[in-house]
């Protein structure tokens, strides 16, 4: 395979496209990063409020639900993947790409219970067969699956911050083994490392900031037999709550098919509800209920004291609620409001007896994003990216596989139907007979 020239010159040309691909990107997630700061505490702020009222998310998400079913119905590519269907390597044509940006930047920075990560690696590989197109690079079946995996490796580690999440994510995705597995993860390494080193090095000279994964948790103290029996028991546990979370994504996937732009608009205006309930309820900000809980896991983990078990319970419930009507109406990633999750019912599950906050939190993190994406390596690779750590590894090795056995033992749910059926329980209408 790498004697044959075209192979090699697919090869250099995968590495030269993670330049702008990631440099894309790095705007991308910028632009995400600048909206949520100034929409959900900048502007509370300028109002002259310590945090957004309850209010806050209703004229955000009905915007948002309003812009993401026109897009979904208006223009090529639907916006994107559904997130309820997890993680898609490729499927995003040239023309697609607008779609995708679009849906993203209104859904994400208003509110979505979403992370960024699909679109990343949907506008990664778009943008690597949009310049294939541009330089003229001639296009097979196999070098154009090659530059999209390319492309969104590329994009994927701009956000990870690590060439190799984004290479093993998107070889667990794609499923490939034997010789087809060198052939599409040489490429992807690549682009996604030189894309790593360019975004790493952009984004220092900018001062920009676009996230951080680091969530900033003490060091991990010895593990023990206590820890290992609660993360078999939690595990489980974790793994069927998600998996409902899912399901219950699925089912609203359904709902929406029906009438796209209404009952996307339904939804989001219920996320708000979720939103405003618990701000109600708990007096805390509404972020930690809405956006994709990056920040609000850092918060989390860097001070869990100033969570009390009944906002621990609060936000449990409404952001889980709030996630499972974002997977199927809007668009965007599962990766971290799962990891979110997963943190959450770790910090709550804490002070049990032999137990402890890193171990808890660090199990519950990998048990949560074994069950949403179906892919434990990856899930252990990006859990321990995200701690920072290596003294927890086995204990999320063992929550990611006891959560991923039981999830794939675990009907799926029900199907994500095409936008073009028509909705469940009604015949269709038989043709007129007048002229």
Sequence with gaps: MLRRPEYRKTLVFCGLIGIPVSLIAFWFLVAIHELQELIWTDWPRDLGRRQAPWWWGFPLLLVAGVAVGLVVTRLPGRGGHIPAGGLHPGGIT???????????????????VLGPEAPLIALGGGLALLLAGLVRVPLTEASTALLGAAGSAAAISAL??????????????????????????????LSSGVGAVVFTGFGRWTGLETGSLRIGLPEAPRLDAGD??????????????????????????????????????????GTAGCIALYTVATGRSPSEVALSGEATLGRLASDPHAWPVGALIAVLVFKSLAYTLCLGSLRGGPVFPTLFLGGAVGALLAPLPGFGLVPAMAAGMAASAAAALRLPVSSVVLVVLVLGNVETVPVVVLAAVVSFVLTELLPQGPPIPAFSEPPAGRAPRRASSRP
Excluded at 94 to 112: Q, T
């Design 160 to 189: 990870f911050g690590n060439p190799l999440v984004g290479a093993v994510l998107l070889m667990e995705v794609a499923g490939v083994g034997g010789p087809r597995l060198f052939a599409v993860i040489l490429p992807a390494l």
């Design 94 to 112: 040239r023309n697609a790409l607008p779609g995708v940006v679009l849906a993203a930047l209104f859904g994400l920075p208003l509110g979505a």
């Design 228 to 269: 290992v029996l609660w993360v078999l028991l939690m595990a489980p546990a974790i793994a069927l709550f998600i998996h409902c979370v899912f399901a219950g994504g699925r089912l609203t996937a359904g709902f929406v098919a029906s009438r796209t732009v209404r009952n996307t608009t339904l939804c989001a205006l």
